[in-house]
């Protein structure tokens, strides 16, 4: 098992999307009904929070309001589970996470715990879109009921301690070694890629991890090209330089480590041409492609939150199209046609939770998009017609309260 937390400044949008998404969960609520809306739940933090101002930040608001946890065990470590398993990992991981003492890294007293136990939260239950597996959603309020802040000071590493504290009461693999075995996982799969490929192409390298259902974040400079890239997989990103022997997958070594996996049939082939968008394995020239000409492609770095970041490439025409079409007519008052567009955006490249999380941060309320997906036969343009409109209606202003 694995968990993160962080501190956010968008609560109300989080809680609404732990609550809101897609075949979501409630597991519990703690110190709050139930059976109330999002907003609701948020709006009662908020005024906790407002009762115990002048204690707790002079009069003024908290900038970061809400904690927010992931909490992932392995899918073989919770297969067949009932929802009381998962609402006793709940309560057991709260317990164990206020139970930490940081005060002594922090040279903080409020580091000595903190108090979730004593404080309003919901804890959801989702299911990722593509693989299916189950994790926990937990956002809390920064304030308890009594009027004290949950310090924040290495609440990330507050998190990983109390996940391998569970980790070693259950016998489960501890959040290092399954870092380490999905490095190796990730790594194995680059390999493979590389054997499979005639010719080496950064182009050709990212679409092949995307069909592989990992996300890519290549760093580019012009002139330079490829000068640095990560890859995520699920809720981890591993940076280039922490995979393969010897950073052999990073880009000043990949094309090598590709002619090493190629020797013996380059030997008996004639070298051909390297495509435009590829470095050379010693980085000092870039040679022109061949008369077929590759699609300009466009690049996009979206973040939905603090700790979700997508790289998407994305051709030119159905950039255009995805401009063209996005609209906020029917969006909520606040929603920028930048926000509406990045939804469409996460959509084409197939990152559906991303996008329903940057519907909802724009005030949307969301749309059915249950059997979502790209049609065998459907070309690049009509796809990114269909994210437009599909963006369009998960960004629309909801009407009135629901869960």
């Not at 115990?52 to 927010?68: D, H, M, T």
């Not at 190629?262 to 022109?288: G, I, W």
């Amino acid at each position: 098992m694995i968990a993160k937390a962080s501190t956010i400044s968008h609560g109300a949008n989080a809680i609404r999307y732990s609550v809101n998404k897609e075949k979501a969960d409630m597991v519990k609520a703690n110190l709050l009904p139930d059976d109330i809306s999002p907003e609701a739940m948020y709006g009662r933090m908020m005024l906790v929070q407002k009762k115990f101002a002048e204690k707790i930040n002079k009069g003024r608001p908290l900038g970061r309001n809400v904690i927010r946890i992931e909490i992932s065990p392995a899918e073989e470590e919770s297969r067949n589970w009932t929802m009381n398993d998962w609402v006793n990992l709940a309560d057991e991981f709260v317990h164990v996470f206020d139970s930490i003492d940081l005060s002594q890294k922090t040279k903080r007293a409020s580091s000595k715990q903190t108090n979730l136990k004593g404080s309003q939260y919901i804890v959801a239950l989702h299911r990722d879109s593509k693989s299916g597996i189950l994790h926990l959603h937990i956002d809390a309020n920064r304030v308890d009921i009594d009027g004290k802040i949950n310090d924040s000071h290495k609440i990330g590493e507050r998190a990983v301690m109390a996940a391998n504290i569970i980790n070693e009461r259950r016998g489960w693999v501890q959040s290092e070694e399954i870092g380490i075995r999905h490095r190796q996982e990730v790594t194995d799969c680059c390999m493979d890629i590389l054997r499979t490929m005639k010719e080496f192409s950064w182009q050709q390298y990212e679409k092949e991890l995307v069909k592989r259902c990992y996300g890519v974040h290549l760093q580019e400079k012009d002139g330079v090209g490829v000068y640095g890239y990560s890859i995520r997989r699920g809720n981890s990103v591993y940076k280039s330089s922490v995979l393969g022997i010897g950073r052999n997958l990073t880009p000043s070594k990949i094309e090598n480590t590709w002619q090493k996996l190629h020797s013996q049939r380059r030997k008996s082939e004639p070298v051909r041409p390297v495509s435009r968008q590829t470095r050379t394995a010693d980085t000092t020239s870039v040679l022109q492609t061949s008369n077929t000409s590759q699609p300009v492609l466009r690049h996009y770095d979206i973040a939905t939150d603090e700790y979700h970041s997508y790289h998407i490439a994305i051709p030119e025409a159905a950039d255009n199209i995805i401009r063209q079409d996005c609209s906020t007519e029917d969006a909520h008052p606040l929603a920028k046609i930048e926000e509406v567009r990045h939804t469409a955006l996460l959509l084409f490249a197939g990152y559906l939770d991303a996008a329903t999380s940057m519907a909802t941060s724009s005030g949307g309320g969301g749309s059915d998009t249950g059997g979502w997906g790209r049609d065998k036969d459907e070309d690049e343009l009509e796809w990114a017609r269909r994210c437009a409109r599909m963006a369009n209606s998960m960004c629309k202003r909801r009407k009135g309260l629901h869960r």
